[in-house]
Nanobody, 127 residues
Framework: EVQVVESGGGLVQTGGSLRLSCTVSGLLFEYYDMTWFRQAPGKAREGVACFTHSGTIYYAESVEGRFTISRDNAKHTLDLQMTNLKPEDTAIYYC?????????????????????WGQGTQVTVSS
């Protein structure tokens, strides 16, 4: 079966840093666009950063310049290095996979593309 597992969340103060990791098994990792989403209580899920199968990277405007996404196809992992964290970054962060066939069927953060999701990891940024 397909497994998507996130780790690395925690509690940090404003201005701090965290590195999130996602490990994927059970699918052909190189054929998938990989994206970090986040969701705060009572709010809609939003795309944070995407690393496509072909090497294109996208960021939400709210994290541009602060977050860095990376992937290792040999290890089947996706990472998110987060710096200069702000209280508005507080959310559950999810790792999700979309088959490359859907890359042109909407934006990188279009939810219907993503068929495989992790359980999420909590990130809390205190003032």
């Amino acid at each position: 079966e397909v497994q998507v597992v996130e780790s690395g969340g925690g509690l940090v103060q404003t201005g701090g840093s965290l590195r999130l990791s996602c490990t994927v098994s059970g699918l052909l990792f190189e054929y998938y666009d990989m994206t970090w989403f986040r969701q705060a209580p009572g709010k809609a899920r939003e795309g944070v950063a995407c690393f496509t199968h072909s090497g294109t990277i996208y960021y939400a405007e709210s994290v541009e310049g602060r977050f860095t996404i990376s992937r290792d196809n040999a290890k089947h992992t996706l990472d998110l290095q987060m710096t200069n964290l702000k209280p508005e970054d507080t959310a559950i962060y999810y790792c999700a996979a979309a088959n490359k066939a859907y890359e042109t069927s909407g934006s990188w953060s279009s939810l219907p593309k993503y068929h495989y999701w992790g359980q999420g990891t909590q990130v809390t940024v205190s003032s």
